[in-house]
Nanobody, 125 residues
Framework: QVQLVESGGGLVQAGGSLRLSCAASGGRTFSTYTVAWFRQAPGKEREFVAY????????YYADSVKGRFTISRDNARNTVYLQMNSLKPEDTAVYYC?????????????????WGQGTQVTVSS
C-alpha cells in the first residue's frame, strides 16, 4: 500500500550529525500513519529507535538514543525525519523506517506491515 524510501545515510565521525529522511507515497493520507525508525547492525537483530504519532505531537525513543536523536515529521511533504546528533560508533547500522503498526508492542519489528529499503549509517571513531 504505502511505499517508504529512506535517504540521508553516510559516513560520519564520532560526535558528528546526520539527518535521515523517510519519504512516503501511496497508501492512505500520510497523516494517518504512525511511523517508526529501526536499525540493524551486522549480525544483530533489528532494533527499535524511535516512533512518532500521526500528528507529530507524540514521540518515543529507545534509551540508547534518547537525548541524541530527534524524530519529526512534515505531513505536507509526506516525510518523517530522524535527526541524529552526537553519533557514536555503536550507532553504525542500516536504518529503516516503518509505518502503520497493527500489532503490539509497537516497538517490535513484528508490529509493522510497511518498510523502506534502509539507508547505511557508518560512524567512525
Amino acid at each position: 500500500q504505502v511505499q517508504l524510501v529512506e535517504s540521508g545515510g553516510g559516513l560520519v565521525q564520532a560526535g558528528g550529525s546526520l539527518r535521515l529522511s523517510c519519504a512516503a507515497s501511496g497508501g492512505r493520507t500520510f497523516s494517518t500513519y504512525t511511523v517508526a525508525w529501526f536499525r540493524q547492525a551486522p549480525g544483530k537483530e533489528r532494533e527499535f529507535v524511535a516512533y512518532i504519532s500521526r500528528s507529530g505531537s507524540g514521540t518515543y525513543y529507545a534509551d540508547s538514543v534518547k537525548g541524541r536523536f530527534t524524530i519529526s515529521r512534515d505531513n505536507a511533504r509526506n516525510t518523517v525525519y530522524l535527526q541524529m546528533n552526537s553519533l557514536k560508533p555503536e550507532d553504525t547500522a542500516v536504518y529503516y523506517c516503518a509505518a502503520d503498526p497493527t500489532r503490539y508492542p509497537i516497538t517490535s519489528v513484528r508490529a509493522y506491515d510497511y518498510w523502506g529499503q534502509g539507508t547505511q549509517v557508518t560512524v567512525s571513531s
